[in-house]
């Protein structure tokens, strides 16, 4: 059965999966999601014979069914291969009374790898498919992963260009120095005066801009984008939810059909939508329990159905979880109305002109699937320090917000449903934040002998990815206001 993709904003609207995938964002703003989600119709068991390529072939030949199976298994190849630093790629680990999903072993050492090291290939196919003649040009705000990621992920395929944009003040030391060191020939990174939301905005008005579409195409380009919003980008995400179940099902840990957990710490709510599509696909999947920072939109969401960013925006030591507006929920916002586009779009239309809108009874009794709750910064500390004390296990600030906010959940509700907890960063992308978490008394040294440090305290080689930055040079030192924006883009392409 084929799947077509539809906007957010207009359900009358289709098209297939490669198109979907090169434009991005629909014209009208919304974001595609699928119009019907088929069932994963493989014995559960069998799946847990397969390694991860394998399983990735049968979530997403599911979901892009105008892929041939060729182009899609050279797409799976091509990512998953020697860029990671296991042949399991995504390897569940037991720690501390929970099931740890490290998506951090691809070669930007965060979870983005999993999904924006297929993506190229994703879009390159589908660009042949549709006998693309324009240079794509990757526009990407990022709030610390996503940039890396995708400037590694297209960096010099042939056809496109990348230009991503960060919040100069809002990210960490190491993620700054991987993206402005990043090498080549079609890459261009600017840090804006501003924070993610402002980048994001940014990018999407960009995106609606029908003067700067125009411009572009007059010189052969076009924009797509690597952000979550990109459905190229949510689907690869949905095959580590789909692997980790079936790995607990070939250690024996449940049985085939038995439910589980998943606990996702969350920002731009992608990571944990792609959960819920599995869900939906068949995976038995109980409880989805949605981890934020101290900028807690998503907690406040789920308790009152009141979404609302008219607040203090706060810097944490889990920046990519520093995010006012949570693009992806939109999608979900349209699956508990009904797939109703006019309803979605009134709703985001009170989010773009007053900073809120409220769900109906009806729709929030549609979330009752999800627990909400978030970490404060002593709190996300605090479990840094007490699971390397018990299990000798080490874990970033990000994946820190999730374990507490599980530990929360346990206290609540007693629910002790095997659960697994997506662990979406190395501690050496945050390892400031790490060992001064762990002590205090760290905070002296610098960040490359804090690396030497973590090294010798958690027993797990460097990664790759930081030992290449220790001496590389800065490439890219572009900033701006978030007001100039587009200038800068026009600027970098010539127009």
């Known amino acids: 059965m084929s799947v077509m993709y539809k906007s957010t904003r207009n359900s009358n609207e289709k098209m297939n999966a490669s198109e979907a995938i090169l434009k991005g964002l629909s014209d009208d703003g919304g974001l595609y999601v699928p119009d019907n989600i088929p069932e994963l119709d493989v014995d559960l068991n069998e799946l847990a014979k397969m390694d991860y390529r394998q399983v990735a072939f049968e979530v997403m030949s599911r979901m892009l069914t105008d892929f041939t199976p060729e182009e899609l298994m050279h797409c799976i190849d091509s990512a998953y291969d020697k860029k990671f630093d296991t042949p399991l790629i995504a390897p569940l680990v037991k720690k501390a009374g929970a099931n740890y999903l490290e998506l951090f072993h691809g070669s930007t050492i965060a979870f983005k790898d999993m999904a924006l090291s297929i993506l190229p290939y994703l879009l390159v196919t589908s660009a042949k498919k549709n006998n693309v003649t324009n240079e794509i040009v990757i526009l990407t705000a990022t709030s610390g992963d996503t940039g890396k990621a995708a400037l590694a992920g297209f960096a010099d395929v042939p056809g496109t260009k990348i230009i991503v944009f960060y919040p100069k003040n809002g990210v960490s030391p190491i993620q700054e120095k991987q993206m402005v060191t990043q090498k080549g020939a079609n890459t261009s990174v600017v840090g804006i005066i501003g924070n993610f939301d402002d980048a994001q905005t940014g990018v999407k008005n960009m995106f609606n801009d029908k003067t700067l579409a125009a411009d572009m195409n007059g010189k052969g380009y076009q924009f797509s984008s690597a952000n979550s919003i990109n459905i190229g980008r949510l689907v690869p995400q949905m095959v580590y939810y789909v692997y980790a179940y079936t790995r ?134 605090a479990t840094i320090k007490r699971v390397y004390e018990s299990d000798g296990y080490i874990m970033d600030t ?97 127009l």
């Open 248 to 381: 607990l099902v070939a250690n024996g840990d449940i049985k085939a059909g038995d439910k589980i957990n998943v606990v996702v710490p969350t920002g731009n709510f992608g990571n944990i939508l792609a959960a819920y599509y599995a869900k939906e696909m068949g995976l038995p999947i109980a409880k989805f329990i949605c981890a934020s920072n101290e900028n807690k939109v998503l907690y406040d969401f789920f308790e009152t159905g009141v979404y609302d960013k008219n607040r203090e925006f706060i810097l944490t030591t889990s920046p990519s979880m520093d995010i006012l507006i949570s693009s992806n929920l939109e999608r979900l916002i349209y699956r508990i109305a009904g797939d109703d586009s006019d309803k979605n779009t009134e709703l985001m239309k009170a989010l773009g002109s007053n900073g809120k809108y409220e769900i109906t009874p009806d729709m929030k009794a549609k979330l009752s699937e999800f627990y909400g709750n978030y970490a404060s910064e002593e709190e996300t500390a």
């Open 398 to 494: 990000h994946t820190a917000v999730a374990a507490t906010v599980y530990e929360k959940y346990k206290t609540a509700t007693k629910d002790e449903t095997p659960t697994v907890i997506a662990s979406t960063a190395s501690p050496y992308k945050f390892t400031r934040s790490v060992m001064e978490a762990i002590d205090p008394a760290y905070a002296k040294q610098s960040d490359f002998e804090l690396v030497d440090e973590l090294n010798k305290l958690s027993g797990v080689k460097i990664p790759q990815a930081i030992e290449d930055i220790r001496s590389a040079k800065v490439l890219h030192d572009t900033v701006c206001d978030k007001s100039e924006m587009e200038s800068v883009v026009r600027n970098i392409l010539g």
